[in-house]
């Protein structure tokens, strides 16, 4: 770490791939590619800013695996609402939500908040299928009660009425196919379609 080896700056001009891999079992070394992300978000946004007039010629996108494990990224909220108009995108792979409001606190909505589109490909925490089920809004749904007395006078009769519905309870969205994804983008109706695999769309 006594010199630079990773110039960062120029990942933005050209086609280039880097990977940063971490322990998964020791953190004692997180903050170092906490510190190291901060200044990759910085360097970017200058150079886009400074040698090409605000965007960068290629699109850098940041696929953060096991984000919770990386370290706490310093005004991250703040820097994931200003990074994609300098053609930087970064998705942020968790196992839960909760592991994101752990991290950052108040600032986990905000986070969430600038994210155009959000993929559950499945899980059991609570708060998440709760979050998801009300993600994906209502039905409408017709409702049919029949009733029946019996006796002397008799009666029959027959009520039709509209009713919503969630289109998944937490329950039936804890219970989704692991076959299948759910996918939310800004602006769209949720889409739940059979997961890909990445290497196949080579």
Not at 103 to 113: L, P, R, S, V
């Amino acid at each position: 770490m006594s010199y630079d080896e990773l110039q960062l700056d120029l990942l933005g001009d050209q086609k280039s791939a880097f990977f940063v891999i971490i322990s998964d079992t020791d953190d004692t070394f997180n903050f170092v590619v906490a510190i190291m992300y901060t200044q990759l978000f910085n360097l970017l946004c200058e150079r886009a800013d400074d040698v090409y007039n605000g965007r960068l010629p290629y699109h850098v996108r940041l696929l953060l695996d096991e984000f919770s494990n990386i370290g706490h990224i310093p005004k991250w909220d703040k820097l994931i609402a200003t990074i994609r108009s300098r053609e930087i995108s970064a998705s942020i792979i968790l196992q839960s939500k909760s592991q994101l409001k752990t991290m950052y606190k108040d600032a986990a909505e905000t986070i969430i908040g600038n994210c155009d589109s959000t993929l559950f490909l499945g899980g059991k925490e609570e708060s998440t299928l709760k979050e998801i089920s009300e993600i994906l809004g209502k039905e409408t749904i017709d409702l049919n009660t029949y009733g029946k007395s019996t006796g002397r006078n008799g009666n029959y009769s027959t009520n039709y009425q509209l009713s919503g519905r969630e289109l998944m309870t937490p329950d039936e969205v804890r219970m989704l196919d692991n076959r299948y994804a759910l996918l939310f983008i800004r602006g769209e109706r949720p889409v739940m379609d059979l997961k890909s695999v990445s290497y196949t769309h080579l």
